[in-house]
Nanobody, 126 residues
């Protein structure tokens, strides 16, 4: 009923930049928080950045000053601009959305649901 699809991952040299996008589609009434997580081999999934529907942001200490999260509520899309990339940023990046299900003007229930995208690989290497 709801799908999240990430794009924009790839291979980049240290110091380079990438921009990730994640579009949510399907039976969506409204989206609360959206976020980006990442998981490196052998490590737990960790929060990279999140953004509320009013635009308040939160970042992991390791990416502050280098990454910027933003969203387009009209397109149900969240972005992650990643600058000054480091080898330790190498991971699979996952998009997350916390949302109310429903259609235009119709909400299915007051319960929110969390959805994840399939992930996109980011590799920082020379």
């Amino acid at each position: 009923q709801v799908q999240l699809v990430e794009s924009g991952g790839g291979l980049v040299q240290p110091g380079g930049s990438l921009r990730l996008s994640c579009a949510a589609s399907g039976r969506i009434f409204s989206i609360n928080n959206m976020g980006w997580y990442r998981q490196a081999p052998g490590k737990q999934r960790e929060l990279v950045a999140s953004i509320t529907n009013s635009g308040s942001t939160n970042y992991a200490d390791s990416v502050k000053g280098r990454f910027t999260i933003s969203r387009d509520n009209a397109k149900n899309t969240v972005y992650l601009q990643m600058n000054s990339l480091k080898p330790e940023d190498t991971a699979v990046y996952y998009c997350n959305a916390d949302l109310f299900r429903g259609g235009i003007g119709i909400i299915d229930s007051l319960k929110t649901y969390a959805y994840w995208g399939p992930g996109t690989q980011v590799t920082v290497s020379s």
